[in-house]
């Protein structure tokens, strides 16, 4: 079974609106953590926002928010107010395990992304 | 601050040629990942490094991939034989410490002939 699922291959937004990209993922591991990532045309990862298992409250970053709902075991990225340089791949990411303290593997495993274009 | 450094930025080889990638972490980053990300997909990890040593390198396909990282800074990512399916997107990541965010380079584009 996929660990990370992102169900919207491609998404289309005008400028200036709000957009929810969906990321559902599985884990039996009572800690983890959630990450987005964006990569333009260019190829670069770049973090976005992160969202730890025990947060109490949703992440937030900027114009980017993380809507967490750990009984559907759902992390979808909101940003606000798109501008045409958000459009790039986006990818939904998770780590498992209690990592804060010490060694361990911590490789992230991702989702297959969404590609967002938003439109002038 | 510099971040990750990866060379070279693209790659052409015919399958059963060897190639090798280079990747030099954030300063101070003890952590050193390496990710296929194949074409339509996620990035996939390949191996973690800490400091010098090998945490995890379970997705490494072992029989042509190799990797090391001597001295606990930068590393090294080899194929000996490249196949077609080696076409991909190689990126280095580095973080603090595991539990921290990971910085990713710009990436190795690689494709097999």
């Known amino acids: 079974a996929q660990k990370i699922t992102q169900t919207q291959p491609g998404m289309f937004v005008q400028e200036k609106e709000a957009v929810t990209l969906d990321c559902t993922y599985d884990?039996?591991?009572?800690?983890?953590?959630l990450f987005w990532y964006k990569q333009p045309s260019s190829g670069e990862m770049i973090f976005l926002i992160y969202?730890?298992?025990?947060?109490?409250q949703n992440a937030t970053e900027g114009r980017y928010s993380l809507n967490f709902q750990k009984a559907r075991k759902s992390a979808n990225l909101v940003i606000s107010a798109s501008q045409l340089g958000d459009s790039a791949m986006y990818f939904c990411?998770?780590?498992?395990?209690?990592?804060?303290?010490?060694?361990?593997?911590?490789?992230?495993?991702f989702g297959k992304g969404t590609h967002l274009i938003i439109q002038p | 601050e510099a971040g990750v450094a990866q060379s070279p930025r693209y790659k052409i080889i015919e399958k059963r040629q060897s190639v090798a990638f280079w990747c030099n972490p954030i300063?101070?980053?003890?952590?050193l990942y390496w990710y296929q990300q194949i074409l339509g997909q996620g990035p996939k990890l390949l191996i973690q490094?800490?400091?010098?040593?090998?945490?995890?390198d379970s997705q490494l396909p072992k029989d042509r991939f190799s990797a090391e990282r001597l001295k606990g800074v930068d590393s090294t990512l080899k194929i000996q034989p490249a196949k077609l399916e080696d076409s991909a997107v190689y990126l280095c990541?580095?973080?603090?410490?595991?539990?921290?965010?990971?910085?990713f380079g710009p990436g190795t584009r690689l494709t097999v002939t």
């Open positions: 300063s101070g980053h003890a952590t």
């Open positions: 884990t039996s591991d009572p800690s983890y953590g």
């Open positions: 969202q730890g298992s025990y947060d109490q």
């Open positions: 990541a580095s973080s603090l410490s595991p539990g921290h965010e990971q910085y």
């Open positions: 490094f800490q400091n010098n040593g090998v945490v995890d």
């Open positions: 990411a998770m780590r498992e395990g209690g990592l804060r303290s010490g060694g361990g593997a911590d490789g992230l495993t």
